[in-house]
């Protein structure tokens, strides 16, 4: 069974870039967070009509009608935030019946080839469902297509409204055929310098072309002004401790603290506490670059302490590091970036720790924490239970991120336990 799909040149026209290009791009539908990705591709040439094509046809068109929607901007602020805009306003506007799905483009081993949208699956070809996307992009940029069978009821063609509600008129046709799937998740074409930051400058930059959009940046920027950008480590031991939440870093850091007689700092630093909800809201591109922007300020902090006092450090370029990477990253574990990536890598102008420790925490024992902690029971097993996938990541990535990489611990154990193996590893580490 084929699959058919009319042009996308407007689209490509507004991306800067010819059709030929925009057609060569592969598209990946996430049905699941867990699985891989459905690929597809736009040919000109009518796919063979075998099994992998057929399976195509129903994961993505088996009934009803479908869309993609893709916000269009050359301007990288205004297409994050336009994305996260157009995410809300899909899941608040779209008729019940409507599936939602990430979509992304992208050109396979390009580097930030990847364009983000959504596939809406209309199981019931509801007339309300086209008319709101039609709105949209009316007054957005915003780019939609259409996927209909045709005439024959077996292929199906895209239609194809360019921003600002001018229709088409390029009618080119082109089929829709299963794509191989890529040797790495698409994600990681766009993770450098989009998500995770190895410079100041690179993440110095992002919340400067925010100056307009988000007020407090300028702020932020002030802050970033202040600090010396290679702040040099004095000649005191610098213990970073990290961790998933509620694996005792708190408790440890604390204690540190007080036999070490040391400077407690965290990253974020407090002088950032006050933007941080805001920035929180902001799409990857701009919560991140702020993270990365906070451990250069605590880097200050560090650099002034460390000539004074052992430092112990409350997360800091790894959780910014570990923490984007397995949200930015779809799929299953195996979809992480290999170890010997380059995203594992720590910024070449960032101060440098004597020690990271990792702690990590036995499932059954955090959620016991947890629940100490007062978290309601059923509220933090559906927590548990629909982030463990996402844990794994995050820890995972924590231990490929190299020189330094982290030192891993069982914190399972009690209080005492765990702090006199940190204190053995310290005295191990940093001639204390
Ligand atoms: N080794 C331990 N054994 C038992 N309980 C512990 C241990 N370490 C910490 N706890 C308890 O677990 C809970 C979480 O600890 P803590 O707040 O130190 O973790 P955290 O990593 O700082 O968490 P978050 O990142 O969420 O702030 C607290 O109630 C603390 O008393
Ligand atoms: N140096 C840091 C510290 C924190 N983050 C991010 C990563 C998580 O989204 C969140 C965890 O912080 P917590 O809730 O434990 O205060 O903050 C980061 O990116 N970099």
């Known amino acids: 069974m084929s699959i058919r799909l009319n042009c996308l040149s407007n689209m490509a026209r507004r991306l800067n870039c010819n059709f030929s290009q925009w057609s060569s791009r592969v598209f990946a539908a996430e049905f699941d967070s867990r699985c891989d990705p459905v690929y597809f591709a736009l040919s000109a040439q009518t796919p063979a009509a075998d099994e992998k094509q057929s399976l195509l046809f ?51 081993n390009v580097n930030n080839s990847l364009v983000k949208g959504f596939f809406i699956q209309d199981a019931l070809n509801n007339a309300e469902t086209e008319n709101m996307l039609k709105d949209l992009v009316k007054s957005e940029e915003f780019h939609l297509c259409t996927y209909v069978s045709s005439e024959d009821g077996t292929l199906w063609q895209q239609c194809v409204w360019s921003q600002r509600g001018k229709e088409c008129t390029d009618v080119t046709k082109h089929y829709i055929t299963v794509a191989a799937k890529p040797e790495y998740h698409p994600s990681l074409l766009n993770i450098i310098n989009t ?19 988000i007020p407090e940046s300028k702020e932020v920027l002030e802050l970033a002004d202040q ?55 902001e799409p990857p591109l701009i919560r991140r670059a702020f993270y990365a922007l906070g451990n250069y300020i605590s880097a200050c902090d560090i650099a002034r302490e460390s000539a004074k006092s052992p430092v112990i450090v409350d997360r800091y370029w790894h959780s910014t590091a570990a923490y984007a990477i397995a949200t930015e990253v779809g799929g299953a574990l195996e979809s992480l970036p290999s170890s010997h990536s380059e995203v594992y890598r720590w910024p070449r102008d960032l101060l440098t720790p004597d020690l990271v420790v990792l702690l990590t925490v036995r499932p059954e024992e955090r959620a016991r924490r947890l629940r100490a902690r007062g978290v309601e029971k059923t509220r933090e097993e559906a927590e548990l239970e629909a982030n463990n996938l996402f844990r794994q990541k995050v820890e995972e990535a924590y231990r490929r991120i190299q020189d330094p990489a982290c030192v891993v611990i069982d914190a399972s154990p009690s209080k005492e336990e765990v702090l006199s193996e940190v204190l053995l590893l310290i005295q191990k580490h940093c001639n204390l």
Do not use: M
């Not at 929607?69 to 301007?75: R, V």
């Not at 690179?202 to 959009?213: F, H, M, T, W």
């Open 195 to 213: 998500v995770v930051f190895y410079s100041f400058e690179d993440a110095y930059r992002v919340l400067q072309e925010c100056k307009e959009c």
């Open 58 to 108: 129903q994961k993505l068109f088996s009934q009803g009608k479908a869309y993609s929607i893709h916000a269009i901007t050359d301007d990288r602020i205004q297409r994050a935030r336009s994305y996260s805009d157009l995410q809300d306003k899909l899941v608040s506007a779209l008729p019940k019946s409507c599936n939602l799905l990430q979509l992304i483009a992208f050109h396979p």
């Open 227 to 281: 600090c010396l950008k290679n702040s040099t480590k004095g000649r005191f031991p610098v213990i970073v401790i990290e961790g998933l939440d509620a694996t005792g870093k708190t408790t440890l850091t604390q204690s540190l603290q007080e036999i070490l007689r040391g400077a407690l700092l965290r990253s974020p630093p407090g002088c950032l506490s006050q933007w941080r909800a805001r920035f929180d809201a």
